[in-house]
C-alpha cells in the first residue's frame, strides 16, 4: 500500500485530455512539500515530467500540467498522443516516515 | 550532460551482501544530494537511502535500515550502495537518482541495475 494514491490505470483517446489524481495526507502534500510526477515509458528509466507541483523542466510540452490542492495532486495531459502512453507516478516527502514517498503509478492507455 | 551510471548488481542468494555503484559525470557531483530508488519487478517505485551533498547526512527507508548503507567518493564522483542480510524483497532495479534543492524532484535518473535475491 503506497503512501499517495494514484488511480492504477487511466486511459484516453488521441487528442483527448485525461487527469491522473495523487492523494495523500497531513504529513506530506498537506503539509506543505512540494509533488513531483516522473513518466517512466516501457521498458526505460523513470524522466522528470513536473516539479513543485506544477513546473515543467525544459523539453516537456506544455499539454502535460500539475496542480496542487490541499492534500491531493493532479497531473493533466491534453492532447493526448499514442507515445504518451506509459506509467506516470506521483512523489512526495512525508515527514511521519521523514523520507520521500511514491504514489502507486498509474499506467496511461492510449486507445 | 548529466549521466548517471549504475553498476554491481546481479544474482546474489538470500542473506548476502551486494555493493552498487552509481558514476556521475557531467556536473559538480559534490554538490548535490544523491537518491538510490528501487523497482520491484512489475511494481512500482520506492525511495531507498539518501545521502548530502558531502556525505555528511544520510537517510533510509524503514525496509532498509540497518541493513544497507549510502556512501560517496566525491573525488571519484562516484555514489554507493552496500546492500547486506538480502532478502528476496529487495529484488528490484535500483536507480540512482540526482536530486537539486531539499525536497526537491530526482532530477536526473540512472538507467537503473537489476538485484536478483534468490537461492
Known amino acids: 500500500q503506497s503512501v499517495l494514491t494514484q488511480p492504477p490505470s487511466v486511459s484516453g483517446a488521441p487528442g483527448q485530455r485525461v487527469t491522473i489524481s495523487c492523494t495523500g495526507s497531513s504529513s506530506n502534500i498537506g503539509a506543505g512539500y512540494d509533488v513531483h510526477w516522473y513518466q517512466q515509458l516501457p521498458g526505460t528509466a523513470p524522466q522528470l515530467l513536473i516539479y513543485g507541483n506544477s513546473n515543467r523542466p525544459s523539453g516537456v510540452p506544455d499539454r502535460f500540467s500539475g496542480s496542487k490542492s490541499g492534500t491531493s495532486a493532479s497531473l493533466a495531459i491534453t492532447g493526448l498522443q499514442a507515445e504518451d502512453e506509459a506509467d506516470y507516478y506521483c512523489q512526495s516527502y512525508d515527514s511521519s516516515l521523514s523520507g520521500r514517498v511514491f504514489g502507486g503509478g498509474t499506467k496511461l492507455t492510449v486507445l | 550532460e548529466v549521466q548517471l551510471v549504475e553498476s554491481g548488481g546481479g544474482l546474489v542468494q538470500p542473506g548476502g551482501s551486494l555493493r552498487l555503484s552509481c558514476a556521475a559525470s557531467?556536473?559538480?557531483?559534490?554538490?548535490?544530494?544523491m537518491h538510490w530508488a528501487r523497482q520491484a519487478p512489475g511494481k512500482g517505485l520506492e525511495y531507498v537511502s539518501a545521502i548530502a551533498g558531502n556525505g555528511g547526512r544520510t537517510y533510509y527507508a524503514n525496509s532498509v535500515k540497518g541493513r544497507f548503507t549510502i556512501s560517496r567518493d566525491n573525488s571519484k564522483n562516484t555514489l554507493y550502495l552496500q546492500m547486506g542480510s538480502l532478502r528476496a524483497e529487495d529484488m528490484a532495479v535500483y536507480y540512482c537518482?540526482?536530486?537539486?534543492?531539499?525536497?526537491?524532484?530526482?532530477?536526473?535518473w540512472g538507467q537503473g541495475t537489476l538485484v536478483t535475491v534468490s537461492s
Open positions: 557531467g556536473f559538480t557531483f559534490s554538490s548535490y544530494g
Open positions: 537518482a540526482r536530486v537539486g534543492v531539499t525536497y526537491g524532484p530526482y532530477e536526473s
